[in-house]
Nanobody, 121 residues
Framework: QVRLVESGGGLVQPGGSLRLSCAAS????????MGWYRQAPAKERELVAT???????NYADSVTGRFTISRDNARNTVRLQMNNLKPEDTAIYYC???????????????WGQGTQVTVSS
């Protein structure tokens, strides 16, 4: 079964840091864009960051300069390093990846289960 397994969420004080990791497992031929989204209470899901296979990145304005997304293609892993966290970063963070399971199929988006990040003093 193909799945994305997230880790690293938790409770942190404002100004602190967390590192989220997400590993894709199962029979996967190739992974295209990987990324992170988040959904805060009473708000719509929003893009946090994406990273292409070649390492190109895209960030939401709200996290630019504080968050860093990276990937390890050998491990099918994407990481989100979150620094200088703010209360408004509190949300459920979802890992996503565009996966090609066979050479005859199309890339499809897969999602992790979500991990809670709470920034509070």
């Amino acid at each position: 079964q193909v799945r994305l397994v997230e880790s690293g969420g938790g409770l942190v004080q404002p100004g602190g840091s967390l590192r989220l990791s997400c590993a894709a497992s199962g029979t996967i031929l190739s992974i295209a864009t990987m990324g992170w989204y988040r959904q805060a209470p009473a708000k719509e899901r929003e893009l946090v960051a994406t990273v292409s296979p070649g390492g190109g990145t895209n960030y939401a304005d709200s996290v630019t300069g504080r968050f860093t997304i990276s990937r390890d293609n050998a491990r099918n892993t994407v990481r989100l390093q979150m620094n200088n966290l703010k209360p408004e970063d509190t949300a459920i963070y979802y890992c996503t990846a565009s996966l090609l399971l066979t050479r005859y199929s199309n890339y499809e988006d897969y999602w992790g289960q979500g991990t809670q990040v709470t920034v509070s003093s």
